[in-house]
C-alpha cells in the first residue's frame, strides 16, 4: 500500500509541475504581447510605465527566470499582485474558492447519490418498467441543459410566482441554514448531465455483476435481496463508477462559472471571467494553477479510494 501511495503521490507532482509549464506558457503565446494588449486603451505609454508593467506581469528577465520567479513565489503562497486592482491575488482566491469548492461538491454529492441510486435500481428491475422508466430519467437528464432549466426556473418564477433565488451571499458559517438553501437549487441542476452519466454506468456494470456466480451463490445461501445488491455487487461494480466521478469532478469545477453567473454566487469561476475581461493575466495565472492543483488533489484521493475498495489495483499497478 506505501509503494502505491508513493507512486500516486509522484504521479500527481508531475502533473503539477507540468500544469505549472502549461498555465505559465499560455499566457506568453496570448497573440500579441499581453503589455501591449493591457496599454492598448491607455494611449502611449513611456518606457518606464511599459518596464513597470512587465514587472508586474512577471514578464521581465530571461524566460527561465520568469518562470523560476513564478514558481519560487507559489512556493511561499504569493500569487502575485492583480494588475486592475493591484491588489494581492491570494486573498480574492481564498475569498471566492470555498464558493466553487461548495457548490461543485455539493453538485458531485447530489450527482452520485441519485446515478447510483437510479443505476441500481434499474439494475435489479432488468427489463421491467421501472428499469424503463429510470433509463429514461437518466437519459433526460443526461440530455437537457441544466443551466437552460435554470434559466426557465428562474423566469418563470419571477413572472408567474413572484420569486427570485438569493441573490446575496451568504458564508456557510455565518448562517448554515441559508447557506444551504441558496446552494441547494444550483447543485441539483449542475448535478443532472453527470447524474446522468453515472446512472448508465451503473446500470451496466450491476447487470454484469449480478449475472456473477458469487451473487448466485450468495443468494443460495439464503442472504436477503438488501445485502446482495448493497453489500456484495455494489462494492464489486462501483470501481468503474469511482473512475468517472473523479473525471467528472474535474467537469464540474469548471462548470460551475455558468451556475455562478445565473444564481449570483462569487466563486471563483466568475473571478476569472472577470479577470479574462480585464485583461489581469496574473489573476488568470493564479486561479488556473489553483483550480488545476485541487482537480489533480482530487483524482489522487479518487486513485487511493481505489486501492481501499479493491486491493487488486494497488497490488497489480506497475
Same mark, same amino acid.
Given at each position: 500500500?506505501?509503494? &502505491?501511495?508513493?507512486?500516486?503521490?509522484?504521479?500527481?507532482?508531475?502533473? +503539477? +509541475?507540468?500544469?505549472?509549464?502549461?498555465?505559465?506558457?499560455?499566457?506568453?503565446?496570448?497573440?500579441?504581447?499581453?503589455?501591449?494588449?493591457?496599454?492598448?486603451?491607455?494611449?502611449?505609454?513611456?518606457?518606464?510605465?511599459?518596464?513597470?508593467?512587465?514587472?508586474?506581469?512577471?514578464?521581465?528577465?530571461?524566460?527561465?527566470?520568469?518562470?523560476?520567479?513564478?514558481?519560487?513565489?507559489?512556493?511561499?503562497?504569493?500569487?502575485?499582485?492583480?494588475?486592475?486592482?493591484?491588489?494581492?491575488?491570494?486573498?480574492?482566491?481564498?475569498? $471566492?474558492?470555498?464558493?466553487?469548492?461548495?457548490?461543485?461538491?455539493?453538485?458531485?454529492?447530489?450527482?452520485?447519490?441519485?446515478?447510483?441510486?437510479?443505476?441500481?435500481?434499474?439494475?435489479?428491475?432488468?427489463?421491467?418498467?421501472?428499469?424503463?422508466?429510470?433509463?429514461?430519467?437518466? +437519459?433526460?437528464?443526461?440530455?437537457?441543459?441544466?443551466?437552460?432549466?435554470?434559466?426557465?426556473?428562474?423566469?418563470?418564477?419571477?413572472?408567474?410566482?413572484?420569486?427570485?433565488?438569493?441573490?446575496? $451571499?451568504?458564508?456557510?458559517?455565518?448562517?448554515?441554514?441559508?447557506?444551504?438553501?441558496?446552494?441547494?437549487?444550483?447543485?441539483?441542476?449542475?448535478?443532472?448531465?453527470?447524474?446522468?452519466?453515472?446512472?448508465?454506468?451503473?446500470?451496466?456494470?450491476?447487470?454484469?455483476?449480478?449475472?456473477?456466480? &458469487? %451473487?448466485?451463490?450468495?443468494?443460495?445461501?439464503?442472504?436477503?435481496?438488501?445485502?446482495?445488491?448493497?453489500?456484495?455487487?455494489?462494492?464489486?461494480?462501483?470501481?468503474?463508477?469511482?473512475?468517472?466521478?473523479? %473525471?467528472?469532478?474535474?467537469?464540474?469545477?469548471?462548470?460551475?462559472?455558468?451556475?455562478?453567473? %445565473?444564481?449570483?454566487?462569487?466563486?471563483?469561476?466568475?473571478?476569472?471571467?472577470?479577470?479574462?475581461?480585464?485583461?489581469?493575466?496574473?489573476?488568470?495565472?493564479?486561479?488556473?494553477?489553483? +483550480?488545476?492543483?485541487?482537480?489533480?488533489?482530487?483524482?489522487?484521493?479518487?486513485?487511493?479510494? $481505489?486501492?481501499?475498495?479493491?486491493?487488486? %489495483?494497488?497490488?497489480?499497478?506497475?
Amino acid at each position: 500500500m506505501i509503494a &502505491y501511495l508513493v507512486r500516486r503521490l509522484l504521479l500527481a507532482a508531475l502533473t +503539477v +509541475v507540468i500544469m505549472s509549464f502549461l498555465v505559465f506558457g499560455s499566457i506568453r503565446i496570448v497573440p500579441g504581447k499581453a503589455v501591449d494588449l493591457l496599454l492598448a486603451n491607455t494611449g502611449a505609454a513611456t518606457p518606464a510605465e511599459r518596464q513597470d508593467l512587465e514587472q508586474k506581469l512577471g514578464l521581465s528577465g530571461p524566460i527561465w527566470q520568469q518562470y523560476g520567479t513564478w514558481v519560487g513565489n507559489l512556493a511561499r503562497g504569493d500569487l502575485g499582485k492583480s494588475v486592475f486592482s493591484d491588489q494581492p491575488i491570494g486573498p480574492q482566491v481564498k475569498r $471566492y474558492l470555498p464558493v466553487t469548492l461548495e457548490l461543485g461538491l455539493m453538485s458531485m454529492a447530489m450527482s452520485t447519490i441519485l446515478g447510483l441510486a437510479l443505476g441500481v435500481f434499474a439494475a435489479v428491475k432488468h427489463g421491467s418498467f421501472w428499469d424503463f422508466s429510470s433509463t429514461s430519467v437518466g +437519459v433526460a437528464m443526461l440530455s437537457i441543459p441544466g443551466y437552460w432549466i435554470a434559466t426557465l426556473i428562474i423566469g418563470y418564477g419571477a413572472v408567474y410566482f413572484g420569486w427570485t433565488p438569493p441573490l446575496i $451571499y451568504v458564508p456557510f458559517r455565518d448562517d448554515p441554514l441559508a447557506n444551504l438553501g441558496q446552494f441547494w437549487l444550483p447543485a441539483l441542476l449542475m448535478s443532472f448531465s453527470t447524474a446522468g452519466v453515472l446512472m448508465r454506468l451503473t446500470r451496466t456494470t450491476m447487470l454484469e455483476v449480478l449475472r456473477q456466480d &458469487y %451473487i448466485r451463490t450468495a443468494r443460495a445461501k439464503g442472504l436477503g435481496s438488501f445485502v446482495v445488491t448493497w453489500r456484495h455487487a455494489l462494492r464489486n461494480a462501483i470501481v468503474p463508477v469511482i473512475t468517472m466521478i473523479g %473525471i467528472y469532478l474535474g467537469f464540474v469545477l469548471g462548470s460551475t462559472v455558468i451556475f455562478e453567473q %445565473i444564481f449570483a454566487l462569487p466563486g471563483i469561476g466568475r473571478y476569472m471571467i472577470q479577470s479574462i475581461n480585464s485583461r489581469d493575466y496574473p489573476a488568470v495565472q493564479a486561479v488556473a494553477i489553483v +483550480v488545476a492543483t485541487f482537480v489533480v488533489i482530487i483524482n489522487l484521493v479518487v486513485d487511493i479510494a $481505489y486501492g481501499v475498495i479493491d486491493p487488486r %489495483i494497488r497490488y497489480g499497478s506497475s
